[in-house]
């Protein structure tokens, strides 16, 4: 890389844009990005409020305190672990499916997994609200094939939430874990093959572990989207199920308690820092890849 | 396996089938199995200001914030990517820094952000707020496209005299356009279905589609925002099948 570097300077070719025009990027950035996320981390204090303006520290402590807010603190992160989990148990059989035995199909599958992700958050919202109803067709066939004797109330809960975000959520898993399973060298299963393995085992014992890279990236990616969403949670949890986007939210639209909801906002992002200090010992593990 | 492949995708597209049939319904109310064909939640669609007048205002919106992002976006990753740039990667990592953080933490450091210097709820801070968020998928998807050409091309020509221009102009732009054309319908596509940073900035005149979904939603189930998704993935399809005419499906991996 750097020897490539010097004989481009050598023959006096420094790239076609000036590095100049990073700076340009980067000031837009950091005017529009950075200073904002640190002026809120800072002001709190600051944010214009009705006359009973309390100190940032009030609203640490309530959050960190109040069984209440702290509980939902601790249901935000649960929430995101779960769905998270619950997404690799689901998704990783499809990526194992897409990369091994679509074959020419594979175009196709990556075509139904990408279509859901440009439909809005509302629309697929919309139909598990349709799905879930009292009288949906899920109650329909529960009914049918008498299973239950009343319908059940399935929308408005914490099930039905996690159903909604484990469908947002489960192709970005796919698609990571599919994208590290693409570079294992199949060679490698081949010889545990001929040296006697199973099906199963080499699996286990070397696709797998593989793949692990694959399951941190695609965890990192699902934990930080499940993490600030709120849409799903508003329009399927029925407000059973609180958490730190969704709170921000309603103090922002109902209670208009900005600085409350800055104090979360600052918690949240705290709690994705940390997920991105992991993503960067992941990323080091690996070897800085160019 | 294959069953469960096939189970998997019925749960993944089952949800968005029911949506789009439902918005054919001839009944008064959210109907499924649909009864009935009509047109008439189109229709209503259509007339429906809030709905059209944020349709226009999402359109605008995704379209503007598309060239912004692509003339912000595209010099920094080809300069990134090739030029002579300490610490590429750490530069890198930070212009792609704004897809990791939670959209509503930036939403909402956004809106007091801007306030404070007099933007306020407005269309220009709106787009501010988009191509910040947009950004980094153009800066990927072309330095995706761009580390996969060969320098030797610039370099030649360099070599045989063109300017820094010309080189850009007749050499570069023409590899790297399919990246610059799929950052740009990626950023479209984020700006058309954010809801997380819109809603922060929504007006009478600045609220963009999915926001009036939204605080329609809450009040009402009725068919019309079927039709109104429904109408959003047409648009999200048709840019789908551009993208991958032009540049394949497999760069559309977000982890690749």
Redesign the interface.
Known sequence: MTDQVRRGTSRGFSGVVSPWWIAVTALFLVVFFVIPIINNLLNTDQLVTLAKQRPASFYYEKLFTDPYYLGIVADTVTLSVGVTVICIIIGYPVALFLVRHAGRWSGLVIFLLIAPLLTSIIMRTFGWRVLFARRGLLNDFLLWIDAIEKPILFLNGPTSAVIGLVHVLVPFMVLSIASVLRSIDLQLEESARILGASRFKTFLKVTFPLSLDGIGTGFIIVFLLANGSFVTLLLLGGGELKTLPLLIYQQFTISRDFQFAAAMSNVLLAIAVGCLYLQLRLIKRKGVKG | ??I??VL??I?????????VS?SFTETEF?A?PPQGFSWKWYQRFFEYEPFIDSFIVSVELAIATALLAVA??V??A???T????PYA?T?MT??L??L???????G???L???SALGLGVSFVSLL??H??IS?PYVVRTVAGVY?GIS?DY??SA??LGAN?MQ??WY??LPMIKPGIFAGMLFAM?ISI?N??IS??FGSADTNTL?VV??SY??HQ?DPS??AA??I??IV??I??FIV?RIYG??A?????
């Open positions: 396996m294959l469960y492949v998997f995708f749960f993944l597209l089952g949800p968005i089938f029911i949506v439902i959210v499924f912000l976006g010099p920094a080809l300069a990134v090739r030029g002579r740039v990667n530069i930070f212009l820094s704004p990791s953080m939670p959209l509503i933490v930036v909402f450091a956004l007091f952000y801007l501010i707020a191509t910040v950004l580390r320098p610039e370099e360099a070599v820094r080189i850009f050499v570069t596509l279905d809801l997380p809603f922060f999915p979904m939204l939603l809450e189930f925002v079927a998704s429904s959003q993935l999200a399809i840019g789908l991958e499906l497999d559309m991996a977000p982890a690749s």
